[in-house]
């Protein structure tokens, strides 16, 4: 798996984002919550991913787009470590919970531990 996060792998379906949250799982690794679906696409990538973050914790708009940023730069890094051996196809949002504004390590290390804690739920 290439360490990209190409327009494929993105999130944008409306229809499929509203399902997300409808009938999706989800686990939490704070500041970050992961919320996931298996679902079927059309592409061949395993994972098509989306990032959030709150408009009423972080007001303005460089805030919010710094810390999707850093959420996404942590995804691109780490995605390869861990769904290289996923099998199934699925849809996944990265949320940003917490209040204040983070450094891109401690976004690292919560994605890994958060990418943990999704891969030993599946595996159940």
Excluded: C, W
């Excluded at 704070?30 to 959030?52: H, I, N, W």
């Excluded at 942590?74 to 919970?97: C, E, G, P, S, V």
């Excluded at 976004?107 to 891969?119: A, D, G, P, R």
């Amino acid at each position: 798996m290439k360490l990209t996060y190409s327009k494929k792998e993105k999130l944008k379906s409306k229809k499929l984002i509203d399902q997300l949250f409808t009938e999706g799982q989800s686990v939490s690794a704070f500041p970050l919550r992961l919320v996931y679906l298996q679902t079927t696409f059309d592409d061949e990538v395993f994972a098509k991913t989306g990032v959030s973050v709150s408009k009423r914790n972080f007001k303005t708009a460089v805030e919010r787009n710094h810390i999707k940023r850093l959420l996404r730069e942590a995804y691109r890094l780490n995605k390869a470590d861990f769904f290289n051996n996923l099998t199934t196809q699925h849809a996944f949002m990265i949320l940003y919970i917490g209040k204040d504004k983070p450094t891109f390590t401690q976004v690292e290390t919560k994605m890994k531990h958060l990418f943990i804690k999704f891969l030993d739920k599946v595996s159940e």
